[in-house]
Each structure stands twice: as structure tokens, then as C-alpha cells.
Nanobody
Framework: QVQLVESGGGLVQAGDSLRPSCAAS????????MGWFRQAPGKEREFVAA????????WYADSVKDRFAISTDNAKNTVFLQMNRLNPEDTSIYYC?????????????????WGRGTQVTVSS
């Protein structure tokens, strides 16, 4: 069992930055690939980024790869999502997730555990 708790969302203006975090706890956390997804009202949940705990593997959605960066603090079992040059289209609830399979990282259906999400709102 893995528990995931997101924090660090908020209301910002276009062009600003945010750095939400995800605290992971539970059994064998380091064996999971960690992902961030987001879901806007009326839209499907979409992949944002993923990382393994070694930090040598990172993956990004095309829409964010030049603006967002995913990273980990292994000592604290925490995953970060540095979000720069935010725009109103980035407004969503951002979810942290854990994937034991390590494949199809952009597919929400293969993730085993999810946090409750943190709201990110970007005003124009």
C-alpha cells in the first residue's frame, strides 16, 4: 500500500511559477515510477510527467516539456513538479500517482495509487 499526498498548488498569474510536491509513504515506495497527471473541469485526466526514483528516467507530455520539470528528493520520498511560465490552459487539479509496472507511463489506467490532488489556477 502506498499513500500519496499532494501540496503546493495555488492561484497565480500567467507567467508565474509553482512547485507542487507529492509526499509518498508506504511499502516499497522506491520501486514505483511516479507520475503527475492533471484534470480540468469537463476534460479527461491527462499525463504531465513521470520519473523513477533513480532520477535517470524522466518523461514529459509535449505540452509541458519546455516549461515543467519533475524531480525527487529520495531522502524525503517526495516528488516535485516545477512549473514555469504558467498559462490559463494549465489550470487543473494536479494529481500524483504511483506505477508499479513501469510501462505506458502516460496512461492513467496503469497507475496503482493516486493522491487526492492539488488545485492549480492560473489567471490571465
Amino acid at each position: 500500500q502506498v499513500q500519496l499526498v499532494e501540496s503546493g498548488g495555488g492561484l497565480v498569474q500567467a507567467g508565474d511559477s509553482l512547485r507542487p510536491s507529492c509526499a509518498a509513504s508506504g511499502r516499497a515506495v522506491s520501486t514505483y515510477v511516479m507520475g503527475w497527471f492533471r484534470q480540468a473541469p469537463g476534460k479527461e485526466r491527462e499525463f504531465v510527467a513521470a520519473i523513477n526514483w533513480s532520477g535517470r528516467g524522466t518523461w514529459y507530455a509535449d505540452s509541458v516539456k519546455d516549461r515543467f520539470a519533475i524531480s525527487t528528493d529520495n531522502a524525503k520520498n517526495t516528488v516535485f513538479l516545477q512549473m514555469n511560465r504558467l498559462n490559463p490552459e494549465d489550470t487543473s487539479i494536479y494529481y500524483c500517482a504511483a506505477n508499479s509496472w513501469g510501462q505506458r507511463l502516460n496512461s492513467a489506467s496503469v497507475y496503482d495509487y493516486w493522491g487526492r490532488g492539488t488545485q492549480v489556477t492560473v489567471s490571465s
